[in-house]
């Protein structure tokens, strides 16, 4: 099956500065890539996603990139801001019967300080 | 538009009793999910619903767990008799297309 491994587990920084998070994957046959937030109490919520025919995305203050050949993808949040704070996870998904079946990574909690 | 909605939020029951938990997927939405997620880990899938059929559900601990979705629309788990290994965030997801799934708030088990 597909193992996702992501880092950092915790990340500190500085309202302003930029953040990256890294996640490598197993599952060559592994298609669609989501990055989710998940605040405390809350559900993950779909925050960028990329699907493997493309190398690079962007929207606004996050961008995701996807290196297939080293299996491996990253998040990247500029200017951040204390409203970021929260646990990221990645996943990999493989296609299963129809749908995308996600294997998520154990999460980075990101702090950002003001 | 209502997200997923799932209730309850928090439940704390003793070992070896009973326990359901019920999601109400966003309108329209097909294919349903249930992962269970771990303090400090991702969530992991245990069960997935097209439509009233279940068609992966290779991850459910069939002894214990059983899920069902009547009509196609609401779905429950329950876990039968419960472990203090079940302890855990148990959150339903719905999607509409092959690719974006919306999750619930969760309900948060605790067995004691």
């Known amino acids: 099956g597909e193992n996702v491994e992501q880092h950092p587990s915790t990340l500190s920084v500085q309202e302003g500065d930029s953040a990256v998070i890294k996640c490598t994957y197993s599952?060559?046959?592994?298609?669609?890539f989501p990055w989710y937030k998940q605040e405390l109490g809350k559900g993950p919520q779909l925050i960028i996603d990329?699907?493997?025919?493309?190398g690079e995305k962007k929207d606004q203050r996050i961008a995701v990139t996807l290196n297939k050949t080293a299996k491996h993808f990253s998040l990247h949040i500029t200017e951040t801001q204390p409203e970021d704070s929260a646990v990221y996870y990645c996943?990999?998904?493989?296609?299963?019967?129809?749908?995308?079946?996600?294997?998520f990574g154990r999460g980075t909690s990101l702090i950002v300080h003001p | 538009e209502a997200g997923v909605v799932q209730s309850p939020r928090y439940k704390i029951i003793e070992k070896k009793q009973p326990v359901a938990f019920w999601c109400n997927p966003i309108?329209?939405?097909?294919?349903l999910y249930w992962y269970r997620q771990n303090l400090g880990q991702g969530p992991e899938l245990l069960i997935r619903?097209?439509?009233?059929?279940?068609?992966?559900d290779s991850q459910l601990p069939k002894d214990r767990f059983s899920a069902e979705r009547l009509k196609g629309v609401d779905s429950t788990l329950k876990i039968q008799p419960a472990e203090l290994g079940d302890s855990a965030v148990y959150l339903c997801?719905?999607?509409?297309?092959?690719?974006?799934?919306?999750f619930g708030p969760g309900t948060r088990l605790t067995v004691t």
């Open positions: 309108s329209g939405h097909n294919t």
């Open positions: 599952d060559s046959a592994s298609n669609y």
């Open positions: 997801a719905s999607s509409l297309d092959r690719y974006e799934q919306y």
């Open positions: 996943a990999a998904c493989g296609a299963a019967g129809g749908s995308y079946i996600p294997t």
């Open positions: 619903y097209e439509n009233e059929e279940a068609v992966d």
């Open positions: 990329i699907r493997s025919n493309v």
